[in-house]
């Protein structure tokens, strides 16, 4: 049964991860992004333990967040897509869908590593979500754990320049 489990959760991962990564063209992206996350959220599901899996649902979150501009038709398509599941039941505007989307990624890629701790690209993404949070410390503190597990992962290195150049920033105006 476990076997079965795992071989379904494989196929919710590619087929979540084929849409993430290669979107169809005649696609909305919001769709696409809706049918990325339900995959991946099934594979997690089946497999619990499958860390690319609980990686991938936290970009395709994050995705989400950073691509949310016509807030309010945006707003109402999420709200259909997830009511009754716990997310956005409570959200009234587009901050709340943003900072949402953002906490469901931080979830999933915070249990990516807990299952797999070595894992650089998980702790990039990890990262990228603090920063959008405006959590800069702990952003940076999460791009060093990944330059430590891949000294020449460029991503983290740019992503960190990033975050750093962010905080010097809110220092000066005083944020």
């Known amino acids: 049964m476990a076997f079965m489990a795992k071989q379904r959760a494989q196929k919710h991962y590619n087929a979540g991860t084929r849409i993430l990564v290669n979107p169809h063209p005649s696609s909305s992206p919001q769709k696409d992004l809706a049918q990325a996350i339900k995959h991946l959220q099934k594979a997690v599901e089946l497999d619990p ?47 709340d869908f943003i900072r949402c989307a953002l906490q469901s990624a931080l979830d999933a890629v915070d249990q990516a590593l807990a299952i797999r701790y070595e894992f ?52 000066i105006r005083g944020v």
């Open 120 to 171: 650089p690209q998980a702790h990039n993404t990890r990262a990228m979500v603090l920063a959008k949070l405006g959590r800069l410390d702990e952003a940076i503190e999460a791009s060093e754990v990944a330059l430590l597990q891949a000294p020449d992962y460029r991503n983290a290195i740019d992503n960190r320049e990033k975050m750093k150049e962010l905080r010097r920033q809110s220092t």
């Open 49 to 95: 333990g499958f860390a690319y899996a609980f990686h991938n649902l936290a970009q395709a979150w994050y995705t989400v967040a950073e691509g949310f501009v016509a807030a309010t038709s945006s707003q109402k398509f999420w709200a259909n897509v997830y009511s009754g599941k716990g997310f956005m039941k409570d959200s009234q505007d587009v901050e």
